[in-house]
Every structure is written in C-alpha cells, then in structure tokens.
C-alpha cells in the first residue's frame, strides 16, 4: 500500500506529462515504472514492516494473547524474536536493493527517460498547448500536423521571465536535426512586436509590429534538456561505484593542487554521506521494529486506522530527521556523514528502553508469591 502511494506521487511528477502528451507509448511507461519500484521499496518496506508490527501486536494485547503468553513464561523477549529475526531479513533485503538494485534501476531510468527526447524529438511541440520546456521561450501551436504548423505563437523571455519579444506568423514548421541535436522552429508569414528592455510590461513602450515572411529560431536540445549521456549523481551509485569515488578523491587530495584537493575534498565527503545515509536507510527497518513491538503492546489497539496514524507518525519524524541531516551538506566540520545514524540510534534506543519496561512490568503492582487470597 506505502509503495503504491508512493509510485503514483513519483508517476505524476516524473512522466505522467510525457504520457499525456503522447511523448511515450504505454509500453515504454510501465517499463520506466518497472525501474521506479526499487527505490520506492528504499521508503516502503520499513513503514510497512513498522505498521505490520503495530497491527499484529496490537491486537495480540487487545485480546489478551501477550498477557497469556508472558503468565506462561515467556518474556518480550521472546516473544518478539521471530519479529526481529523478519526484521533482520528485510534490513538485509533493504541494502542490498539500496547498493546494488536501486542505484542500478534508477541510473536506467534517467536514461531511458532522457533518451525519448532523441527518439522522437518533435513530439515536444504539442498544438493547444503552452510549451515551457525550452529556456526562454514559451511556445503555442493552434494545430500541429507532422511538422507543419498553424497559428504560431511565441514568446521570447527576458531573466525575469517578462515577456521582451511576441512573434505570431499565420504557418510555420519545425526540423530536427540530428547531427546538432537541435531543433530548428521557421515561423511563416508573420509578425514581431519588441517591448523596452527596462520596462517589458508597458505596453505604451511596445514598438510597432514588423512583417516578415519567414524567419528561424534555433532550440539546441543539448543546452535546455542535456545529453542522454550524463553525470551519475552520488545517490545513484552502488556500492563499488561509491568505493571508487571515495579512492579517487582521496588520491587527488594527496597529488593535486590546492583547488583540486579543495574539490575532492568536497567529493569526498559527499560520497560519504551518500554511503553513510543509504546504510542508515537500510537499517530503518531493524529501528522501527525495535520501537513498533513494545509500542504495539502498550497501546493495545486493535483499530487498524489507529495503528497505520502511529505508524505514519513515527516514519514522518524519522524521515524528517533524516531530511534535516541532508541538508548540512557542505558542513564537514559536524560530521553529516555520521548524523544519519543519530535517528537510528534514537529510534533503537527508545525501542530498548520500551522493551524493558514493558518486559519489567511495574514492581509496585507484582504480588508476592503465597499470597494471593481465595475468593468465593
């Protein structure tokens, strides 16, 4: 459930768009959202595991199956070890899909997404629609066939995204040419209006519209949209890749120059971080149970509502945390790259402080053995 959640929020944000502007085919969108599952499973397994946990022992304590079992003997402890032992198996699961499979699945997906704009280039100009992918243009088509085009509208923007040039032309076409990997838009029997550099948006400084009867405006994909080749991020390295960041940088703090020590320096740390937060991640499962068991039992709820709401609210603080540590990127000096393992520390020891009292119970209400009094 947590994963689906969360793949339909990355699906509207990611290609739902590419989809609606038949920019992609069916088949090529449940295979990019085939490579989004991995990292999904990154943040769904421990809310998962987490609920899972609250939901069973809940309502084994509303129906007074752990009070049975503890008056037989058997501790938290105990009683909890097949939990723990699942939650071990799914830690191991975790990170091996955030060193390996995720950061594989998602290098995939980058660039199968990237590579549509070489294959089908033209299906960015879309008619009825207010194109805004390329940098200071904002572009409309009245009707689109192919590569011929009806009612052109185009505006070219300034840094404050104000509009210093409206083209209108009655036709025009759009080329793609391969070897510039650009595309090529060449308005036809049209006009151009210029506005005041200083003041865009006074209309009384518009200059009078000049006729043309063709024109052309270059839109190099490599500047607006980049390469399909293009630069792994930290976080979508596995582990080797990872290593093998870390080594390089520590060579080139040791033989480079001043700058270039200052930069692999900074890369290092970075690669660091990444590492140090996807082991953190990976053990998020193991925290969360630690402190959903003793949770579950003292609650006693058997509400499924009530028990997903604790978990949402635990997995929220963690994630929170977690978010706040990536933001001292940079900081070098506190150490980021150790942080993350603060909210894991936090979370296991609140669950270990829980597991004690609850397998401690309260001294003040244990009755001393041969006492107990015979009631009619």
Same mark, same amino acid.
């Given at each position: 459930?947590?994963?689906?959640?969360?793949?339909?929020?990355?699906?509207?944000?990611?290609?739902?768009?590419?989809?609606?502007?038949?920019?992609?085919?069916?088949?090529?969108?449940?295979?990019?959202?085939?490579?989004?599952?991995?990292?999904?499973?990154?943040?769904?397994?421990?809310?998962?595991?987490?609920?899972?946990?609250?939901?069973?022992?809940?309502?084994?304590?509303?129906?007074?199956?752990?009070?049975?079992?503890?008056?037989?003997?058997?501790?938290?402890?105990?009683?909890?070890?097949?939990?723990?032992?699942?939650?071990?198996?799914?830690?191991?699961?975790?990170?091996?899909?955030?060193?390996?499979?995720?950061?594989?699945?998602?290098?995939?997906?980058?660039?199968?997404?990237?590579?549509?704009?070489?294959?089908?280039?033209?299906?960015?100009?879309?008619?009825?629609?207010?194109?805004?992918?390329?940098?200071?243009?904002?572009?409309?088509?009245?009707?689109?066939?192919?590569?011929?085009?009806?009612?052109?509208?185009?505006?070219?923007?300034?840094?404050?995204?104000?509009?210093?040039?409206?083209?209108?032309?009655?036709?025009?076409?759009?080329?793609?040419?391969?070897?510039?990997?650009?595309?090529?838009?060449?308005?036809?029997?049209?006009?151009?209006?210029?506005?005041?550099?200083?003041?865009?948006?006074?209309?009384?400084?518009?200059?009078?519209?000049?006729?043309?009867?063709?024109?052309?405006?270059?839109?190099?994909?490599?500047?607006?949209?980049?390469?399909?080749?293009?630069?792994?991020?930290?976080?979508?390295?596995?582990?080797?890749?990872?290593?093998?960041?870390?080594?390089?940088?520590?060579?080139?703090?040791?033989?480079?120059?001043?700058?270039?020590?200052?930069?692999?320096?900074?890369?290092?740390?970075?690669?660091?971080?990444?590492?140090?937060?996807?082991?953190?991640?990976?053990?998020?499962?193991?925290?969360?149970?630690? +402190? #959903?068991?003793? $949770?579950?039992? !003292? %609650?006693? /709820?058997?509400?499924? *509502?009530?028990?997903?709401?604790?978990?949402?609210?635990?997995?929220?603080?963690?994630?929170?945390?977690?978010?706040?540590?990536?933001?001292?990127?940079?900081?070098?000096?506190?150490?980021?790259?150790?942080?993350?393992?603060?909210?894991?520390?936090?979370?296991?020891? +609140? #669950?270990?402080? $829980?597991?004690? !009292? %609850?397998? /401690?119970?309260?001294? *003040?209400?244990?009755?001393?053995?041969?006492?107990?009094?015979?009631?009619?």
């Amino acid at each position: 459930m947590f994963g689906f959640i969360v793949l339909v929020g990355k699906v509207i944000k990611e290609m739902l768009d590419l989809l609606a502007e038949g920019k992609m085919s069916f088949l090529v969108f449940f295979r990019l959202v085939q490579l989004l599952l991995p990292e999904l499973l990154v943040y769904a397994l421990p809310i998962g595991v987490l609920t899972g946990v609250l939901l069973t022992m809940g309502r084994m304590s509303a129906e007074n199956e752990v009070t049975a079992l503890r008056s037989s003997g058997m501790g938290i402890f105990r009683l909890s070890s097949s939990v723990i032992i699942f939650a071990i198996l799914c830690t191991l699961a975790s990170l091996v899909v955030n060193f390996y499979y995720g950061p594989r699945a998602m290098t995939a997906f980058r660039q199968e997404k990237e590579a549509i704009i070489q294959k089908n280039p033209l299906s960015f100009i879309q008619e009825k629609t207010f194109v805004k992918g390329f940098s200071g243009l904002v572009i409309y088509v009245g009707e689109k066939n192919g590569d011929e085009l009806k009612d052109l509208w185009i505006w070219e923007l300034d840094d404050e995204n104000r509009a210093k040039r409206f083209t209108r032309a009655e036709s025009g076409e759009v080329k793609f040419y391969q070897d510039q990997n650009a595309l090529v838009l060449v308005p036809y029997r049209g006009a151009f209006e210029a506005r005041d550099p200083d003041a865009p948006e006074d209309f009384l400084k518009v200059t009078a519209a000049l006729s043309f009867e063709s024109t052309s405006i270059i839109l190099p994909l490599d500047r607006y949209f980049g390469r399909v080749t293009f630069q792994k991020k930290l976080k979508w390295m596995t582990f080797k890749e990872l290593q093998d960041v870390k080594t390089d940088a520590m060579a080139q703090m040791e033989t480079g120059t001043a700058e270039e020590r200052a930069e692999a320096e900074d890369r290092f740390f970075k690669a660091k971080m990444a590492f140090h937060e996807k082991f953190a991640m990976g053990f998020s499962v193991i925290s969360f149970t630690l +402190i #959903g068991v003793p $949770l579950g039992i !003292r %609650s006693s /709820r058997k509400e499924t *509502s009530a028990n997903l709401f604790l978990a949402l609210g635990l997995a929220l603080g963690y994630y929170v945390l977690m978010m706040a540590i990536s933001w001292m990127d940079g900081m070098n000096q506190y150490r980021p790259d150790l942080l993350f393992w603060a909210p894991n520390f936090l979370y296991q020891g +609140i #669950g270990f402080w $829980l597991f004690f !009292r %609850s397998d /401690r119970g309260k001294k *003040s209400s244990d009755v001393p053995a041969g006492t107990e009094t015979a009631r009619p």
